[in-house]
């Protein structure tokens, strides 16, 4: 599935697979919001979660400009442009098209890494200087499946053994030939390999948040392929993957739904695979959750279900709980051999982040970020915060979070919520 027909099937999918069984849920009313948000404008949208590079707060903009914040404030220490950015003309929701995926911050080099596309369509990864934004490297990074023009880097890059990855999926409305796809970049040779998705095409590869990093191996989930007959192959899709840092595919899990899974949209591709309590945890467009082992994901098998919900993202964890970002509000579950509901909080359906004792999640079709109880998920607070694209997630660096906004950053102070 396409990062954006997610978008579209938000309030059915949301609304159709909520959680049953014991979870309790949250109704009490936040207490009204004295929290200042301090506005910081730039030249364009923020999608991917800022990064944390301690002296600096990195975002990325979708006309390509990569600006260093003050950790302090806010306010612009320097920026870079990096390109002119894609401009779609059959299908997507985003547009101009330019850094989609968070940005990722190597404290060994100083470098901070994004994908932007340009123009033409061209995906190029840069290596920028923490210090005054001047590009030190460069890796061109179009897979070599499909048509450029509708693949589009949404999730956000990993940073794990000297190696940057950076997945692929298609657009809005899946138009187009495209296969997913993660490439898995050397920083010190800057050669490329590539892990590709799907053998039917499509398996878009769009979560937006980052892979789930293992002892010796990364995970990722991939959405719906092209097959979607019983009777068909297997076609690598509607599953999660473990690669190696060479982008190898070493073990891999799927339903045996997987192919009415691909043929209903209701894919595994959502949500990024996360670990907890020992476990992969991972949930599907069908409200389908499913607690697997790390070094034996189980191939196509019925896994150890549980009833979870449509999450779109990256979940939190906080030891044995995890705090999914379902469609219909955060969900929080205690994970042991199999995952119990414990709470429910509607509306706050964004990625969901920890930082002074609370779970933090937007409401981002209204422009909202909650900062939940993590014991009962009760609202102590709701607070304004401006337009949002989809799926945002703050940062939590220092005192303050810092969140992706339709022109830019906010920055808001955690502390005063007690």
């Not at 940005?103 to 369509?121: C, G, K, Q, R």
Request: hydrophobic share 45%; charged share 10%; net charge negative.
């Amino acid at each position: 599935m396409s990062v954006a027909r997610a978008a579209g099937a938000l309030l059915a999918l949301g609304l159709a697979a909520t959680t049953t069984g014991c979870a309790a849920h949250s109704t009490a009313a936040p207490k009204p919001s004295t929290t200042a948000v301090s506005p910081v404008k730039l030249d364009g949208p923020v999608y991917g979660k800022p990064a944390d590079g301690g002296t600096a707060v990195f975002a990325a903009t979708e006309n390509d400009t990569v600006y260093a914040l003050s950790p302090a404030n806010g306010s612009v220490m320097w920026s870079k442009h990096l390109a002119e950015p894609f401009r779609p003309h059959t299908c997507g929701n985003i547009n101009p098209l330019g850094i989609t995926g968070a940005p990722a911050y190597d404290p060994d080099s100083h470098l901070v890494y994004v994908v932007a596309e340009d123009a033409s369509a061209h995906h190029m990864l840069y290596g920028l200087s923490a210090a005054d934004g001047h590009v030190v490297s460069h890796t061109a990074v179009d897979p070599p499946v499909g048509d450029r023009a509708y693949l589009q880097q949404r999730s956000a890059l990993t940073l794990w053994h000297g190696h940057v990855f950076a997945a692929f999926g298609g657009l809005f409305g899946d138009c187009g030939t495209y296969t997913g796809a993660v490439a898995s970049v050397d920083t010190a040779s800057g050669s490329v390999n590539w892990f590709e998705a799907s053998s039917s095409g499509r398996g878009g590869m769009w979560a937006p948040g980052s892979a789930a990093i293992g002892t010796d191996r990364l995970y990722f989930s991939i959405g719906n392929g092209n097959a979607v007959q019983a009777g068909q192959p297997y076609d690598g899709t509607d599953s999660v993957v473990a690669l190696d840092v060479n982008a190898k595919r070493v073990d891999f899990f799927a339903p045996v739904s997987w192919a009415s899974d691909n043929g209903s949209d209701l894919d595994l591709g959502s949500m990024n695979p996360v670990l907890a309590a020992g476990h992969v945890i991972i949930a599907g467009k069908s409200g389908q959750g499913y607690v697997l082992d790390p070094a034996h994901l189980g191939g196509i098998s019925g896994g150890a279900a549980f009833q979870a919900c449509s999450p779109f993202g990256a979940a939190a964890v906080n030891g044995d709980v995890v705090y999914l970002p379902c469609a219909d509000g955060t969900r929080a579950y205690r994970i042991g051999a199999q995952a119990t509901p414990l709470w429910h909080a509607a509306h706050a359906d964004g990625q969901p982040v920890l930082a002074d004792g609370l779970v933090w999640a937007t409401d981002y079709d209204n422009g909202m970020l909650y900062a939940l109880d993590p014991a009962t998920g009760h609202a102590a607070r709701q607070i304004a915060v401006g337009a949002l694209p989809h799926f945002a997630a703050p940062a939590a660096v220092g005192d303050k979070l810092f969140l992706g906004t339709a022109n830019g950053v906010a920055v808001i102070g955690t502390a005063a919520q007690r």
